[in-house]
């Protein structure tokens, strides 16, 4: 009985979604299922279109009736996990920047569960540059309509705004590391590597793992439909539908990054990654450098996930990973 109204229930929101303007409306809610992991994939973009509308027509089967079947099971909760964790603050001396080179204005455009968008975000809060935070709502794309580049992060400076986190981290550090000690210099070269590692390797295995089935898609999407900026309709749709489209969409991920076991190379990145620091506290010997960073903020929305647990659990990275919280302290956001 409660499966047939939940069923009911789910049809009536997925046909109210694709009440108006249907194919705009597909691209958006894509998008919005999709904006975790900047996943790009146009035949994932008409597969999603297309199991709407299979939906909206009462045709559950495949997708659909997975779809539909997303009502009858519990989301599962981060949220006493992340609040759980205690930082361990001081244990590892910060670089004081000079103050006179600390930005006086900077705004971050997010989705707070992009891991592009924390990478940013361990940066600013390593070397405690206040920053204020602007949630974007990944349907309307109203807060950066001002701006051409349609992606987050963008980060504001001081009037000035940069996009990519990569190359924003380049431009904030180019400005307020303007010295580099000589071990800095000569661990250059991995620092980079391991910095493009990150965009080019291990973005592509998180997608995947949190959405692997359905009660890791629910429990990610839990988190992103709460965290993020969405008007309350939305929220269920974010939640159920998304939490739907990414559990297929990461199988195609999977194929396309030649991924099995999305586990299995989940822990292999992060075995990799201690590997490469070679038995050093980081990456860049007693301090993180921007390798670390960019680690750190990538794994930092998935580490109280069912699948950043297993991580922890199965490999070896946990220790590095608590030296990163220690290190990079409490986050430095103020209010907007
Ligand atoms: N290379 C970019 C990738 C940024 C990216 O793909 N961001 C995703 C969010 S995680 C995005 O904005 N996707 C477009 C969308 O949501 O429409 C970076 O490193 O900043």
New binding site residues.
Partial sequence: MRRASTLAASSALSRALLASSEQQQYNRLF??A???????VGSSRRWFSTSMRSISQGGYSGAAKFFLSLGGLAAASIAAGASSFLVEEGAYAKELLKPDLIPKDVVLYQ?E?????N??KAFLDYYDIPYKVVE?N?FS?KEIKWSDY????ILMVDGESL??????IDQMGNRIIPVKSSSALSNDDEEKKWRRWV?DHL?HMLSPNIYRNTSEALESFDYIANNGNFSLSEKYAVKYAGAAAMYFVSKKLKKKYNITDERAALYEAAETWVNALDGREFLGGLKPNLGDLAVFGVLRPIRYLRSGKDMVEHTRIGEWYSRMESAVGESSRIKA
């Fill in positions: 998008q919005a999709s904006f975790y992991g900047g996943i790009n989705y569960a992009c891991p592009f968008c990478k940013v974007v990944p794309k349609k992606k987050v992060p996009v990519d986190s990569s190359a924003i965009d973005v």
